[in-house]
């Protein structure tokens, strides 16, 4: 079982507002609007102050600013936020997660003192990136990342392979090293699926009035596919949700999630469930609010509404457990399954393993 005793990492979305558009992203309609359900929130560092006891960031190893629904650079107390982390806990590990398209020159060069990686999301070089960071400029990433890495900052480059970039893989990653990444990693995208989890082969991108503008697809080479699509193919889904046995990555790495609004889960899979018209759609989402009505409500899940030492330790995050044996959540099943595991397979880095 979880025990906030035991914990090692956090993942903590500080921010879900965002100047991408990315069409496989929960927080819009397939690169269309923002959802209309989403609250859009950036922590304060009094937030954060509130929420992590500095007991707790004593025992942690590694805290990284990633989400569900936004990018952390969004949130401008971001170096007060690495600041106030690293003078409780000077040998606690930070990262970042971003599209690298915001923010300000400074800003870069001061996490470079203070935290232990950036890594970029660019999915392609000039003429492709875009077409998934939709609303990102390069010429802004390139700066930025120059800018980090200039500063003695580490970088990483995330590269998602689809069909009309798979093209650029090794002529990405030589860019990156002339640009001074210390680390380039293929990502094998997991979300080329429908709201009944059924495998598509491509996804058309909305524009902000809904209007379908081109398609993404995915990769042709075998190389970049996660192998896991396969494994769709040989099960009955919901049999399979019924039957498998789930080793739940987050547990096992003593780390848990906090979106923006609060909520606490074990990871940010999880996370993306609460908001959307497909995630709305799915069992999940009504199963989730279910065991949060079961354990005390809403606020038993919500560290702004509850201490973090009563969610982890208490009754929300034993119904979670308690899931993974009986009426599965098929978010857990499909993530952390035994015969489909799409966390473990979508990075070619060892570094996120």
């Known amino acids: 079982m979880y025990n906030y005793q035991n914990l090692r990492a956090l993942e903590l979305e500080i921010s879900s507002y965002c100047n991408a558009a990315c069409p496989q992203c929960p927080r819009n309609n397939h690169g269309g609007p923002v959802i209309d359900d989403l609250p859009l929130i950036n922590w304060s560092l009094d937030d954060m102050q509130s929420i992590l006891e500095p007991s707790l960031v004593r025992q942690l190893n590694f805290i990284y600013f990633c989400g569900t629904y936004g990018d952390p650079m969004f949130n401008k107390s971001i170096v007060d936020m690495c600041s106030w982390l690293k003078n409780i806990n000077t040998n606690l590990k930070l990262g970042i997660h971003t599209n690298g398209s915001l923010g300000r020159v400074e800003t870069y060069q001061e996490l470079a003192k203070l935290v232990d990686f950036v890594a970029f999301g660019i999915d392609g070089l000039e003429d492709t990136n875009h077409l998934y960071r939709k609303n990102t400029n390069w010429n802004t990433i390139v700066s930025n990342a120059k800018t980090f890495v200039d500063s003695g900052g580490v970088a990483y480059w995330d590269f998602i392979v689809f069909a009309h970039n798979e093209h650029q893989v090794d002529l990405a990653r030589e860019f990156s090293h002339k640009i001074g990444f210390q680390e380039f990693n293929v990502k094998k995208t997991a979300r080329f ?161």
Request: glycine residues 4%.
């Open 193 to 353: 699926f429908n709201k009944e989890h059924k495998l598509i082969q491509d996804l058309d991108v909305l524009d902000s009035k809904l209007r379908k503008t081109y398609k993404i697809e995915l990769p042709i080479n075998q190389t970049y596919l996660n192998k896991n699509y396969s494994s769709f193919k040989e099960v009955h889904l919901p049999e399979y949700v019924k039957n498998t046995k789930i080793s739940c990555i987050s547990k096992s790495a003593k780390q848990i999630y906090i979106g923006a609004d609060g909520y606490v889960f074990p990871c940010g899979w999880l996370h993306d469930r609460l908001y959307g018209i497909e995630s709305a759609r799915t069992e999940d989402r009504a199963r989730i609010y279910e065991l949060m009505e079961q354990t005390g409500g809403t606020h038993s899940a919500n560290c702004f509404k509850t201490p973090l030492v009563d969610i982890v330790d208490g009754p929300w995050f034993t119904s979670i457990q308690d899931s993974w044996n009986s009426n599965k959540l098929e978010r857990c099943a499909i993530m952390c399954g035994d015969k489909i595991n799409l966390i473990k397979e979508q990075n070619e880095s060892i570094f996120y393993r």
